[in-house]
């Protein structure tokens, strides 16, 4: 099921989804004090590809480093990434079929707004000392 859910993913939004990313990641890489943050626009990219079969979780070891971070996020790359899963989620909840992705969509807009101390892990490999959301 999660194969079939990003083949429909990968059609209706995560193509565009991963473009903008990808955009967001080459204009931060500009400068070396974006360096940082265009990786993990690269990173989230990966996962706005094929998101179904994944999920995120906190770093126990991020820090004050990591929320001085999202806040420059925030500030120059995270609102506009947010309004694009926002637009594409309320795009794909018109049809029933589309309610999936837009929820999908949906879940994606606190990592688009905050990403710095997040790691993204595959939901069916236990990865020790978390907890997954939904299990």
């Not at 429909?8 to 500009?30: K, N, P, R, T």
Request: aromatic residues 14%; hydrophobic residues 55%; charged residues 10%.
């Amino acid at each position: 099921m999660k194969t079939i859910l990003n083949i429909i993913w990968l059609v209706f939004s995560g193509f565009w989804l991963f473009l903008g990313y990808l955009a967001a990641g080459l204009i931060l890489c500009i400068t070396i004090i974006g360096i940082p943050f265009g990786i993990a626009a690269f990173r989230i990219a990966l996962y706005a590809l094929w998101p179904f079969g994944r999920t995120v979780i906190d770093r126990p070891d991020a820090g004050a480093p990591s929320c001085i971070g999202n806040v420059l996020w925030l500030i120059l790359a995270g609102w506009w990434l947010a309004l694009g899963h926002i637009v594409t989620g309320i795009a794909q909840c018109i049809t029933i079929i589309g309610i999936p992705l837009g929820i999908a969509n949906f879940k994606m807009i606190p990592l688009s707004l905050l990403p710095l101390g997040k790691e993204i892990v595959p939901t069916d490999q236990p990865y020790p000392g978390y907890s997954y959301p939904g299990r």
